[in-house]
């Protein structure tokens, strides 16, 4: 497909362009609790549990957070402690985009309009796109569409809310299981694979790899 027939670039946020912190801030709070040799396969299971929180009816995203917290910590029979899981819903609000973001961000957004299509709660995820560095046409949540991704209803809201057909979009994302997949069932017009290490990729789903949001304008052919 032709740049000139992408009329939105949808983005996942978290990960992707906010620097998503929350394995770093686990490992902090919960330093006591497991042994630093133990803590990348803890981080493994959270990283498990919050997707396995996402894929039924929707709840609030500090339930999510809550719930996969509290999972993990049965699975290695340690304490839970709510207070752990509230930090982390408290700080993601603070986080800012990686640092190859912005300049990119604000050179696609002189040209074609940007769209966020994010697992966050409505609460969240204005500050963190105010800090992005550019502008966005639409700011969509899984609180607004009642599903989370990968849930292909999360996907079906934007293409509603923006009366665009998938194939006319391009959808932009660090996350094969959590984006990519669904994009690809649902025949996204472009996909784009941002390879930050957040998981495997696998091409047959049909996108185009870069390591950073740098590489977007060139996709486009914005210069």
Not at 36 to 55: C, H, K, N, Q
Request: aromatic share 10%; hydrophobic share 40%.
């Amino acid at each position: 497909m032709r740049s000139s027939q992408i009329r939105f670039v949808s983005f996942d946020c978290y990960g992707t362009l906010t620097n998503f912190r929350v394995g770093e801030l686990t490992k902090s709070r919960l330093a006591d609790l497991v042994p630093s040799g133990s803590m990348p396969s803890f981080l493994e299971d959270f990283t498990a549990y919050r997707f396995d929180e996402v894929l039924g009816d929707w709840k609030p995203y500090a339930d999510v957070l809550q719930r996969a917290l509290e999972r993990t910590c049965r699975r290695w029979n340690i304490a839970f402690r709510p207070e752990d899981a509230d930090a982390i819903v408290e700080a993601v609000p603070t986080w800012g985009p990686h640092d190859d973001v912005p300049a990119p961000l604000a050179r696609v957004a002189k040209e074609i309009p940007l769209v966020i299509l994010s697992n966050a709660a409505d609460s969240q995820i204005q500050s963190n796109v105010d800090l992005l560095g550019a502008p966005f046409h639409a700011v969509l949540t899984a609180e607004q569409a009642q599903a989370y991704k990968p849930r292909l209803r999360a996907f079906e809201y934007m293409f509603d809310t923006l009366g665009c057909g998938p194939e006319h979009m391009m959808h932009v994302s660090s996350s094969l299981r959590y984006d990519l997949m669904s994009a690809s069932d649902l025949r996204i017009g472009q996909r784009v694979f941002v390879e930050r290490g957040h998981g495997p990729g696998n091409p047959a789903y049909g996108y185009q790899a870069i390591p950073d949001i740098g590489g977007l304008p060139g996709l486009l052919g914005i210069a």
